[in-house]
């Protein structure tokens, strides 16, 4: 494993004048593409945003060394790459809040951290609602978010319709009453995401091995030793799952059950359009959000289809849901055409809450039950689970996030359904 | 989705609620050893397979009836519908 590379050059506004002005043939590649070693101090499965983020800050913040991302696919491939780009730290729950608020703290400084252009845009998100018990649970939300040091700014119709004067204001039956805004939410290019931690962290030793899939773990009197790949044994001090909605198949492989349940969700974009939708909006009265990508592409979604898929692809009845909302709120989509529509596997878990936490396997942590919401923790998850990995205690925000929630009747159910996968 | 409802045909999915893993029919014995612990893995722990996958639908706005559907989680398709009823029965369940 090499501690310098030649792939670690400087990118600057400086470097692009002089590239453009030199026929672009200075630039490298952005990270290596190592064999892997026998053996590593800390082995990180999967190669999505959380993955790489973990082996960035583990060797950035945390000093460590000899460590390696295991990618069976490409780094990107996977949810990283598939999701709306919504960052937000508006959660209502202890457990939850001041992690994703640490989050959106950390994508204000990642750029200048990563020396990388992800894109992130605090254009502001804001939560529709269309009547007075929707009012005062979003007031509580916001005064939630506001006593964890977050942002958080109840819109009136007039303020809205200053911004958004195209939506359904008026909808007979869900009229729109007012909103909670987070200003600085909004969205981050998310392969941007994987691509400047993966180019962090291989600029700090790290080995992204990719095409390399984990297919069993070997474990000794209750110790982790390493894992079994497509390309060969890999012997690990700390082995650190991190598959999102692969987690039950590879924990599987060490003998665990999840509280998990992978769904499909899906997204859409419609052809680009002029700037019409200046910030993120959800509507209050069905599952639908939308953002405006700088491509020019309506970029939304909305509930997940409900049955256990690992299809990377949804059903119809599911699109027309999403569709329906997104005219029930912004009646000029029905003029815009769908250009492409997609799905990722979601890790689904029982409270709708992620978990970052060791296992009963020691050498095995376990990174995953992200839901749909696992794109805007990135940064933190990286941060959280290299703190573990590191210390083998839990980061100061991410200490609920533990496996024995369920046993001891500790659920951090924001939207409070129960054990019920499918209504997170 | 079509699921083959064994009393009404052919029903467009959407008529459903989906609840999950059909082993939640297996509910443990209250009174039974370590209770607390097989509650615990009964209500929270899932195999949530990639690949073939019982589970339970409820007709919700047809006759009411739940079933279980055998669905393969990676491409979606339906091999076999039984009512939950006859599952639960051929199990030993009373009710
Ligand atoms: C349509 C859609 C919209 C979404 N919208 C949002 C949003 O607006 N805001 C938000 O916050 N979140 C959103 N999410 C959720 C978010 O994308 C995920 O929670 C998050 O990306 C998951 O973490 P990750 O990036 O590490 O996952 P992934 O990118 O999926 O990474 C996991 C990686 O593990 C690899 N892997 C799996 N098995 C193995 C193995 N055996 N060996 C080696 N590697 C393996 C996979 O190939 C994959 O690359 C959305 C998701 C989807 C699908």
């Given at each position: 494993?090499?501690?310098?590379?030649?792939?670690?050059?400087?990118?600057?506004?400086?470097?692009?004048?002089?590239?453009?002005?030199?026929?672009?043939?200075?630039?490298?590649?952005?990270?290596?593409?190592?064999?892997?070693?026998?053996?590593?101090?800390?082995?990180?499965?999967?190669?999505?945003?959380?993955?790489?983020?973990?082996?960035?800050?583990?060797?950035?913040?945390?000093?460590?060394?000899?460590?390696?991302?295991?990618?069976?696919?490409?780094?990107?491939?996977?949810?990283?790459?598939?999701?709306?780009?919504?960052?937000?730290?508006?959660?209502?729950?202890?457990?939850?809040?001041?992690?994703?608020?640490?989050?959106?703290?950390?994508?204000?400084?990642?750029?200048?951290?990563?020396?990388?252009?992800?894109?992130?845009?605090?254009?502001?998100?804001?939560?529709?609602?269309?009547?007075?018990?929707?009012?005062?649970?979003?007031?509580?939300?916001?005064?939630?978010?506001?006593?964890?040091?977050?942002?958080?700014?109840?819109?009136?119709?007039?303020?809205?319709?200053?911004?958004?004067?195209?939506?359904?204001?008026?909808?007979?039956?869900?009229?729109?009453?007012?909103?909670?805004?987070?200003?600085?939410?909004?969205?981050?290019?998310?392969?941007?995401?994987?691509?400047?931690?993966?180019?962090?962290?291989?600029?700090?030793?790290?080995?992204?091995?990719?095409?390399?899939?984990?297919?069993?773990?070997?474990?000794?009197?209750?110790?982790?030793?390493?894992?079994?790949?497509?390309?060969?044994?890999?012997?690990?001090?700390?082995?650190?799952?991190?598959?999102?909605?692969?987690?039950?198949?590879?924990?599987?492989?060490?003998?665990?059950?999840?509280?998990?349940?992978?769904?499909?969700?899906?997204?859409?974009?419609?052809?680009?359009?002029?700037?019409?939708?200046?910030?993120?909006?959800?509507?209050?009265?069905?599952?639908?959000?939308?953002?405006?990508?700088?491509?020019?592409?309506?970029?939304?979604?909305?509930?997940?289809?409900?049955?256990?898929?690992?299809?990377?692809?949804?059903?119809?009845?599911?699109?027309?849901?999403?569709?329906?909302?997104?005219?029930?709120?912004?009646?000029?989509?029905?003029?815009?055409?769908?250009?492409?529509?997609?799905?990722?596997?979601?890790?689904?878990?029982?409270?709708?809450?992620?978990?970052?936490?060791?296992?009963?396997?020691?050498?095995?942590?376990?990174?995953?039950?992200?839901?749909?919401?696992?794109?805007?923790?990135?940064?933190?998850?990286?941060?959280?689970?290299?703190?573990?990995?590191?210390?083998?205690?839990?980061?100061?925000?991410?200490?609920?996030?533990?496996?024995?929630?369920?046993?001891?009747?500790?659920?951090?159910?924001?939207?409070?359904?129960?054990?019920?996968?499918?209504?997170? | 989705?079509?699921?083959?409802?064994?009393?009404?045909?052919?029903?467009?999915?959407?008529?459903?609620?989906?609840?999950?893993?059909?082993s939640l029919i297996d509910r443990p014995d209250w009174?039974a050893?370590?209770a607390?612990?097989r509650f615990?893995?009964y209500l929270?722990?899932?195999?949530?397979?990639?690949?073939?996958?019982?589970?339970?639908?409820?007709?919700?706005?047809?006759?009411?009836?739940?079933?279980?559907?055998?669905?393969?989680?990676?491409?979606?398709?339906?091999?076999?519908?039984?009512?939950?009823?006859?599952?639960a029965?051929?199990r030993?369940r009373?009710k």
């Amino acid at each position: 494993m090499s501690e310098s590379n030649g792939c670690a050059m400087r990118y600057s506004g400086f470097r692009v004048i002089k590239e453009a002005l030199t026929g672009h043939r200075g630039w490298g590649p952005a990270w290596r593409d190592p064999e892997p070693q026998p053996s590593y101090d800390y082995v990180i499965i999967g190669g999505g945003g959380h993955g790489l983020a973990t082996a960035y800050y583990l060797a950035r913040h945390f000093g460590k060394k000899r460590i390696a991302v295991l990618e069976k696919g490409w780094i990107g491939g996977g949810n990283v790459g598939r999701n709306t780009t919504i960052i937000r730290s508006n959660y209502l729950l202890d457990g939850n809040e001041p992690f994703y608020e640490y989050s959106l703290k950390l994508w204000e400084g990642l750029e200048q951290e990563l020396n990388y252009n992800a894109m992130v845009s605090q254009r502001g998100i804001l939560n529709l609602y269309h009547n007075d018990a929707q009012r005062d649970a979003f007031v509580r939300r916001g005064n939630a978010m506001i006593l964890s040091g977050a942002d958080a700014e109840l819109l009136s119709v007039e303020q809205i319709r200053a911004r958004y004067p195209f939506l359904d204001f008026a909808n007979a039956r869900f009229p729109i009453r007012g909103g909670l805004a987070q200003h600085r939410g909004g969205t981050v290019r998310h392969d941007a995401v994987a691509w400047g931690y993966a180019r962090g962290a291989d600029s700090h030793g790290v080995d992204i091995i990719q095409n390399c899939e984990v297919t069993g773990f070997r474990i000794e009197n209750g110790v982790c030793k390493g894992v079994e790949t497509s390309r060969g044994y890999i012997g690990a001090g700390k082995v650190a799952s991190c598959v999102a909605g692969s987690s039950s198949r590879v924990m599987a492989l060490a003998g665990m059950r999840l509280p998990i349940e992978s769904h499909v969700l899906q997204a859409f974009v419609s052809e680009g359009l002029k700037p019409l939708l200046p910030g993120v909006i959800t509507f209050g009265a069905g599952h639908f959000y939308c953002s405006q990508s700088d491509k020019g592409g309506l970029v939304f979604g909305g509930d997940i289809d409900g049955y256990n898929s690992y299809a990377q692809r949804g059903n119809l009845p599911t699109v027309e849901d999403v569709c329906e909302s997104g005219m029930a709120l912004i009646p000029a989509l029905g003029r815009a055409r769908l250009l492409r529509m997609w799905g990722g596997v979601m890790d689904m878990s029982m409270d709708g809450s992620p978990i970052i936490d060791r296992t009963h396997v020691d050498g095995l942590y376990f990174n995953g039950g992200w839901c749909y919401g696992g794109f805007k923790a990135t940064p933190a998850s990286g941060m959280a689970y290299a703190h573990l990995l590191a210390t083998d205690t839990p980061h100061e925000t991410a200490t609920a996030y533990r496996f024995d929630r369920f046993r001891r009747g500790l659920m951090i159910d924001e939207k409070g359904m129960g054990a019920q996968p499918n209504l997170h | 989705m079509i699921i083959h409802h064994p009393l009404l045909g052919p029903r467009d999915a959407q008529e459903f609620t989906y609840l999950g893993d059909a082993s939640l029919i297996d509910r443990p014995d209250w009174q039974a050893e370590h209770a607390v612990d097989r509650f615990h893995d009964y209500l929270y722990l899932r195999d949530n397979p990639a690949g073939e996958h019982r589970e339970l639908w409820f007709h919700e706005v047809g006759d009411r009836s739940w079933l279980v559907v055998t669905r393969n989680t990676l491409t979606h398709e339906i091999t076999s519908v039984e009512l939950a009823r006859d599952v639960a029965r051929s199990r030993g369940r009373s009710k």
